[in-house]
């Protein structure tokens, strides 16, 4: 089952916005793609995010304080049953979580060795002079010890073309076995003002209102930047060797749960209404999944509308 784990070395360096364009252009192709993110995976509303009549289809929440690792492979097993690869999300830095006492617990890092899948690590490129800076990061994050494989590197927001090459060849001569992927040029912000992103509950950029919505009173979100999402789309399949990022995918062995799901039934057996709109629209993915596997309809209406 191939799965592959974007991991940002901290913040902001760009992982949604390429997770979204490589979902999006793997889609294109013809693969059959699954998405999940690490952490609950309360995401924010979009009207036009599904069909009349029906639910939105959100990555799926993989979370570490949530769901035990069994629980975890038991849910990719069962939401990725039909897919040819899964991309999971990564939150915040790979090895950033939650926990007080400076355990893993949360983290990207733990998700990834749960499902024993391979990382491909997002750098933002615009915070260094020098490939070198680049390399020493990238092999600092393959020798911590425990830590899930480092496989591969997109570098983001790449100002000079040569960069890619640079760093591979640093890497090479430091003995990392580490490639780089791709090499994502940097863009002015383009055909939006701004776009809305949940942030992990526990992010240093979060409090309890991001974590948990915006859009009733006196909660307020976090705006970013954003960029036209053809215009990602485009520089995905002109930067990041997409044949090099299945290939690496495909190398993951995500071991099988000792309690799996039951497979879901093939006809709907009672239909049940569920709240979405601007007020109710935050649900664990895996919930809902479950739901109507075991034969459930979910309806979809607005207790404001």
């Not at 992010?203 to 215009?231: K, R, W, Y």
Request: with cysteine.
């Amino acid at each position: 089952m191939a799965a592959i784990v974007l991991g940002g070395v901290h913040g902001g360096v760009g992982k949604s916005t390429l997770a979204k364009a490589i979902l999006e252009t793997l889609r294109s192709q013809g693969c059959r793609v699954s998405s999940y993110t690490v952490g609950p995976g309360l995401d924010s509303f979009q009207c036009s995010s599904s069909q009349p009549g029906q639910l939105p289809q959100e990555a799926v929440g993989l979370d570490g304080w949530l769901l035990t690792q069994d629980a975890a492979r038991a849910c990719f097993h069962s939401m990725s049953a039909e897919a040819e690869l899964s991309i999971i999300e990564g939150c915040l830095g790979m090895f950033d979580s939650p926990s007080a006492d400076g355990s893993e617990q949360g983290s990207t890092a733990q998700i990834a060795q749960w499902l024993q899948a391979p990382v491909v690590l997002v750098v933002d490129t615009q915070a260094f002079n020098t490939a070198r800076g680049i390399v020493a990061l990238v092999k600092g994050y393959t020798a911590v010890d425990g830590s899930p494989s480092v496989a591969g590197v997109i570098l983001n927001k790449v100002v000079t073309q040569s960069l890619a090459a640079e760093v591979q060849a640093g890497l090479e001569q430091s003995a990392v076995d580490v490639r780089v992927i791709g090499a994502v040029p940097k863009v002015e912000n383009s055909t939006c003002d701004s776009s809305t992103k949940s942030t992990c509950p526990w992010s240093p950029m979060s409090n309890s209102s991001t974590a948990f919505g915006s859009t009733l009173p006196g909660l307020v979100q976090q705006h970013q930047p954003c960029i036209d999402e053809q215009c990602m789309v485009e520089l995905v399949q002109q930067h990041i060797d997409l044949q090099q990022l299945r290939a690496l995918a495909a190398t993951a062995a995500v071991p099988r749960p000792q309690a799996p799901l039951p497979p879901p039934v093939r006809t709907f057996r009672v239909s049940m209404g569920v709240a979405y709109d601007e007020a109710f629209h935050q649900y664990f993915q895996q919930n809902l999944h479950m739901l109507t596997a075991a034969g459930v309809q979910l309806v979809p209406f607005s207790p404001l509308h």
